[in-house]
């Protein structure tokens, strides 16, 4: 076998000067007139260099030093040359070049060892390390990788090249090319120092780069909300729906003491109700790993009742539509739904709405792009009443999953399915629930709608299930992903609810009716309610409810002080915004269930300024009607 040409080149990188005007050093190998380099990590200023020798020129400290590294590069250049020659019969400037740098073998590049450790880690996520720990460990990764191919235009780096410049070069990057301030470069070179600690134990790496290197955190100085501000922020409106959400996850916080990453973790396992009927959060702190157990206040429980209750709704939807696609549902849609589909505007979905009772106009409103139509059996507050059979045939027509959401009548009122409905939602936070001890919600699919892949590419992987195709797609995709699972005693309170389903149903209906016929009589109350001859839907609602028309009921007083003095004045129902329990409750809808809607939104769902809705619930009728009868009478005139 013929010797390989062999030579070492060290030449000036002349178009990468540094920012203090010195020229890197480059290493050129060349066996058979192939080529490989890399940086030697010295820099030189350019009148120093003799082209021709391919060293400093002069006996000054600094060209003798130089020189003596560039000796020491060509002498381990030629070790590995050797090397390579002994092991392998076919010798390559990339082969030498790796085998000086350490390249090629297990565990001894810093990105090597860097993604082998968080691989590692993330296997012990959720028993001994954090999530949140492991995406900082997966975030100081790419920035390195992004820092290499940038600075040394290679994918990866011999841990034996590291030394202090690259440390603190590291640091400049993240501050000048990532804009991180003094705090999170900090928290970015922690994990980085102790994957360096990993090799050095190893003995993957011989020194410590981080030798002398130093940064300190910055102390912060945090002030305090005061009560009125707290006050301030928890009635106040925003602009942005963002800008809401955000408020509400700091008064979450602020009540229970959590802080934000404990918040996050938490799920409906960590809500327990205790001997006394009181929610309870039972957690364990993250940082510290002590068990703490929180009584629910009503301001926190409010906002967990207003985002968890539509956890069905949204993963529904997210099923099956995406970006690009379009939402048709009705106008008058509860107003937690309605802020829903703004919040859907930021992943491109749009929602098109339509009046239910006018079918013409809904139908002349799809498009190509339409994927789904949503509507409610009974609207909250409007309290009309879907035609679902009509809406199922439109549906049908143009190959459209309907999507109803049966919260207000449960399946003792209506079965949607059997009207031709795809999909059924329920919130069993309320009626099926009964008596607001869980929080969660239920997804029925009929398992007969024909997914169309053109329009659906996302149930690509899921058609093979056949009828079970739509759940196997939410139970593998955003359940799994997103953490929505409804806990094991959630689901037993919920058991416990239904089996006292239809007593409870029965009686709350039987007296909404009784209460809406009486108060229909006392002059300046103006009620609506399905089951009275004056709605507009009583036609629709006889041919559709099993002979009840549901227990909620709204009502008119003249004027929105009014409302409040008689919600005030009244003393069996409790203000509260939720419905179906066993107590009877009441809610101004235009302050609160319809605070972020439209003016325009707010008239197409019937939504007024006067208007008080009724959760009727299974107290002696005889009584609500006395009651009422005080409170309206107490604040006539």
């Keep these: 076998m013929s010797r390989s040409t062999f030579k070492v080149l060290f030449y000036l990188k002349r178009n990468a000067p540094k920012k203090n005007g010195l020229i890197p050093v480059m290493c050129r190998i060349t066996v058979n007139g192939k080529v490989s380099q890399f940086s030697s990590k010295l820099d030189v200023e350019e009148s120093m260099w003799n082209v021709e020798t391919g060293r400093l020129s002069g006996r000054s400290l600094v060209a003798q030093e130089g020189n003596r590294?560039?000796?020491?590069?060509?002498?381990?250049?030629?070790?590995?040359?050797?090397?390579?020659?002994?092991?392998?019969?076919?010798?390559?400037?990339?082969?030498?070049?790796?085998?000086?740098?350490?390249?090629?073998?297990?565990?001894?590049?810093?990105?090597?060892?860097?993604?082998?450790?968080?691989?590692?880690?993330?296997?012990?996520?959720?028993?001994?390390?954090?999530?949140?720990?492991?995406?900082?460990?997966?975030?100081?990764?790419?920035?390195?990788?992004?820092?290499?191919?940038?600075?040394?235009?290679?994918?990866?780096?011999?841990?034996?090249?590291?030394?202090?410049?690259?440390?603190?070069?590291?640091?400049?990057?993240?501050?000048?090319?990532?804009?991180?301030?003094?705090?999170?470069?900090?928290?970015?070179?922690?994990?980085?120092?102790?994957?360096?600690?990993?090799?050095?134990?190893?003995?993957?790496?011989?020194?410590?780069?981080?030798y002398a290197y130093h940064i300190t955190k910055e102390e912060t100085k945090r002030g305090f909300l005061t009560k009125e501000e707290i006050s301030l922020l928890i009635n106040g409106t925003f602009k942005k729906k963002s800008y809401e959400l955000i408020r509400d996850l700091f008064i979450f916080c602020t009540f229970t003491g959590l802080s934000w990453t404990d918040m996050n973790n938490l799920t409906e396992e960590n809500l327990q109700t205790s001997f006394d009927g009181h929610l309870w959060i039972k957690t364990q702190r993250q940082k510290t790993g002590v068990e703490s157990n929180i009584r629910l206040l009503e301001v926190p429980g409010h906002i967990i009742k207003k985002y968890s209750g539509m956890a069905a709704i949204t993963n529904a939807l997210l099923n099956i539509v995406g970006s690009g696609d379009e939402i048709i549902t009705s106008t008058s849609l509860y107003g937690g739904t309605i802020d829903l589909y703004h919040d859907l505007e930021a992943f491109g979905i749009t929602t098109i709405f339509a009046d239910t009772n006018d079918l013409e106009d809904l139908e002349s409103k799809i498009t190509d792009k339409t994927r789904v139509i949503f509507a409610e059996t009974i609207g909250n507050p409007k309290l009309d009443v879907t035609d679902i059979p009509a809406l199922a045939g439109i549906a049908k027509r143009h190959n459209l999953p309907l999507m109803i959401d049966n919260t207000v009548a449960t399946a003792f009122l209506v079965r949607p399915l059997e009207l031709g409905a795809d999909i059924v939602i329920n919130s069993t936070s309320k009626y099926i629930n009964g008596n607001s001890s869980a929080i969660s919600g239920v997804i029925t699919d009929a398992g007969r709608f024909k997914w169309d892949l053109e329009r659906y590419p996302g149930m690509k992987d899921y058609k093979k299930f056949a009828k079970f195709a739509f759940t196997a797609k939410l139970r593998n995709g955003l359940f799994r992903n997103m953490g929505a699972c409804m806990a094991p005693q959630t689901a037993y309170y919920n058991l416990l609810g239904m089996e006292t389903l239809g007593l409870r149903m029965e009686r709350a209906c039987d007296n909404a009716m009784q209460l809406a016929a009486y108060l229909e009589t006392i002059p300046g109350i103006n009620v609506n309610y399905p089951g009275l001859a004056s709605s507009p839907w009583n036609g629709v609602a006889k041919q559709l409810l099993d002979g009840r028309f549901g227990a909620i009921l709204t009502i008119r007083v003249g004027s929105k002080e009014r409302a409040f003095a008689i919600m005030n004045a009244l003393t069996i129902p409790r203000i509260v915004s939720n419905i179906g329990d066993t107590k009877t409750l009441i809610v101004h809808p235009e302050s609160t269930l319809a605070a972020h809607s439209t003016e325009q939104e707010k008239i197409d769902a019937a939504v007024f300024d006067d208007m008080i809705r009724i959760s009727v619930g299974i107290e002696d009728i005889e009584d609500l009607k006395q009651d009422f009868t005080a409170a309206i009478q107490n604040t006539a005139g």
Excluded at 69 to 97: F, H, P, S, W
Excluded at 117 to 139: F, I, P, Q
Aim: aromatic residues 14%; proline residues 3%.
């Design 69 to 210: 590294m560039l000796d020491k590069i060509r002498v381990g250049i030629n070790r590995a040359y050797q090397e390579v020659c002994d092991a392998d019969n076919y010798v390559t400037a990339e082969k030498v070049r790796n085998a000086y740098l350490g390249l090629g073998q297990n565990h001894k590049t810093l990105l090597a060892v860097f993604k082998q450790h968080n691989e590692d880690y993330a296997r012990m996520v959720g028993k001994m390390k954090s999530e949140r720990s492991y995406l900082k460990y997966c975030t100081v990764y790419n920035h390195l990788s992004e820092f290499i191919r940038q600075r040394y235009k290679v994918s990866d780096i011999a841990l034996r090249e590291l030394t202090p410049a690259f440390i603190t070069d590291f640091e400049l990057f993240l501050r000048t090319e990532k804009n991180h301030c003094t705090n999170t470069v900090w928290s970015y070179m922690m994990p980085f120092r102790s994957i360096i600690y990993t090799a050095i134990n190893n003995g993957w790496l011989p020194r410590d780069p981080f």
